[in-house]
């Protein structure tokens, strides 16, 4: 049974809201927050593509948010990647627009020569062939990329100090008990929360919705003052457990020119079908289910212009 499904939009997330925060509070936070963001810096090897974004001219951009089912439960081996989803910023449309991709997805993974589930790219390729991977597939330019493993996951929900979540379904995972309604969650339940598909009629699609409504809850928490005042707490959490090819340059500059682009999140999930093949289980998206999917997303990246 596969463990530590993580939530890697709070990379995103904590990252924008903790340098947009250093515009008001001073040299010594600044100074603290390039120190660690330089440590998750970690550059990745592509196919040979032009991606460049000019960040000075609110040029749309993506970022591949990877979640790693490594760093906690004794597990240290390189992972997979459990969890993904595609983020598209767009200034010109004030709006965000993620895309969950469910970890069994059968897709070509480029730069191996096979066809597999689209989370063995990480285990095979690293970062950058997963970037290759959901570049072909959807039929956009990756961009960027940001990774969280499951012990970092854990440890930014609680450096801000829990968060909240509306839970729609009881149900018992490792050693919590989950009620219906509005519930607080520390980092382990937390963990476990985003953990749990067995139970839950519409599987791996439920935890992502999960997953997702972690991700709103700990950004909501950093946004806040309660967690401005936690900023320290949050960057120990990073530093081991995030990498991204992101410089501090680059998240300076969205931080600051590109926040309206985050006022509005819209989620989305690309939907498949379960097959088997050779005795594995498998998602199939079907041809016009992906041609929606990446018509948003080329839209957002003014690539149908």
């Not at 990252?15 to 250093?22: C, F, S």
């Not at 040979?48 to 439960?73: A, H």
């Amino acid at each position: 049974m596969s463990k530590g499904k993580k939530i890697i939009l709070i990379v995103l997330g904590a990252i924008i809201a903790l340098t947009v925060v250093v515009v008001g509070i001073g040299a010594k936070v600044y100074f603290d927050l390039s120190d660690s963001v330089q440590k998750t810096y970690e550059s990745v090897e592509r196919q040979e593509t032009e991606r460049t974004i000019n960040l000075t001219q609110k040029e749309p951009f993506s970022v591949l948010l990877l979640g790693i089912d490594t760093g906690d439960l004794g597990r240290t081996e390189v992972g997979r990647s459990d969890t993904m989803m595609v983020a598209t910023v767009s200034p010109a449309n004030k709006k965000t627009s993620i895309v969950s991709i469910a970890r069994d997805t059968y897709v070509k993974i480029i730069g191996h020569g096979t066809e597999d589930k689209i989370n063995h790219a990480y285990a095979f390729g690293g970062a950058g062939m997963s970037m290759d991977t959901v570049e072909s597939y959807l039929d956009i330019p990756i961009n960027h990329y940001a990774a969280i493993n499951m012990k970092g996951l854990k440890e930014l929900v609680t450096a801000v100090g829990g968060i909240k979540v509306l839970n729609e379904q009881k149900f018992k995972q490792d050693d919590y008990t989950f009620d219906n309604g509005e519930i607080t969650l520390d980092g382990d339940q937390a963990l476990s929360y985003s953990r749990m598909r067995k139970e839950d009629p519409r599987g791996d699609y439920g935890r992502q919705e999960r997953q997702r409504q972690i991700v709103a809850g700990v950004v909501k928490k950093l946004l806040s003052v309660d967690g401005v005042s936690k900023y320290r707490e949050v960057l120990d959490a990073m530093e081991g457990n995030v990498t991204t090819d992101m410089s501090f340059t680059d998240m300076k500059k969205i931080a600051l020119d590109y926040r309206e682009a985050f006022s509005t999140v819209e989620q989305d999930q690309l939907q498949g079908d379960g097959f088997m093949q050779d005795g594995i289980s498998y998602q199939r998206v079907s041809d016009d289910e992906l041609a929606r999917v990446q018509n948003k997303l080329q839209t957002q990246l003014e690539q149908n212009e």
